[in-house]
């Protein structure tokens, strides 16, 4: 069964560092999301991708964060500076976007991200 | 503004207890769609049900079940005969009517089950 995959499962950086969390989405999807989860909290929504750019972003997501897809397979998340803050599971998400029947997102397993 | 309320925080239960957790939400639209994730101490959030604003029909699966009360506001989660297995933090989620609008996920409730 296909699945989405993210690299690497943790990640531990110094603050200041640029990390970048890398994600490769079910090959037919076209529609790509990053979530956020501070430890013991809840998820929270970063960013969704459609069709080479941003469609909507939260207030989390400010300047320091940026997605990409660079090569039609990996959708990238680059922290430029990282913060203690930062520290969080990084979810990665992709649906087919059928206009016809309502797609669930579906979930990788997520990269634990550690500044220090 | 759309918002998910899981009140309970942590329950903790005994094996073969039946347990419920509840889910609150608020949105305007008139279309929308609401879910469970749970999440193991592994980490992964794994898709448990989708319910559409147009089904109120109750669901069960196994020893899964889910009542939803669109005149409450509530999409509540039951687990029949609880094992040590279902110990986890399990999320209820919103999506608003567009397919692939994000998801609002609530605070989560942590369940224990003991032996």
């Known amino acids: 069964e296909p699945e989405v995959t993210q690299t690497p499962s943790h990640q531990v950086t110094q603050m200041g560092q640029e990390v970048i969390l890398r994600c490769v989405p079910i090959?037919?999807?076209?529609?790509f999301y990053w979530y956020r989860q501070i430890l013991g909290q809840k998820v929270e929504f970063l960013v969704s991708f459609y069709n080479n750019e941003i469609s909507e972003k939260s207030e989390i997501f400010d300047d320091q964060f940026s997605v990409e897809r660079p090569d039609g397979s990996n959708f990238t998340l680059k922290i430029r500076s990282t913060k203690l803050e930062d520290s969080a599971m990084y979810f990665c998400?992709?649906?087919?976007?059928?206009?016809?029947?309502?797609?669930?997102?579906?979930f990788g397993p997520g990269t634990r991200l550690t500044v220090l | 503004a759309q918002k998910v309320t899981q009140a309970q925080t942590e329950i903790s239960v005994v094996e073969k207890e039946d347990v419920t957790l509840d889910c609150v939400y608020e949105t305007r639209d008139t279309t929308y769609y609401l879910f469970w994730y749970k999440q193991p101490p592994s980490g992964e959030l794994v898709f448990l049900i989708r319910?559409?604003?147009?089904?109120?029909q109750n669901e069960i699966s196994g020893r899964y079940s889910w009542n939803f009360q669109k005149s409450t506001s509530s999409f509540n989660f039951t687990i029949t005969a609880s094992q040590v297995v279902d110990s986890a933090v399990y999320f209820c989620a919103l999506s608003l009517s567009h397919n692939t609008d994000k998801l609002i996920f609530g605070t989560g409730t942590r369940l224990q089950v003991f032996p």
């Open positions: 319910r559409n604003s147009f089904d109120e």
């Open positions: 998400a992709s649906t087919p976007a059928d206009s016809q029947v309502y797609n669930e997102q579906f």
């Open positions: 090959s037919n999807h076209l529609y």
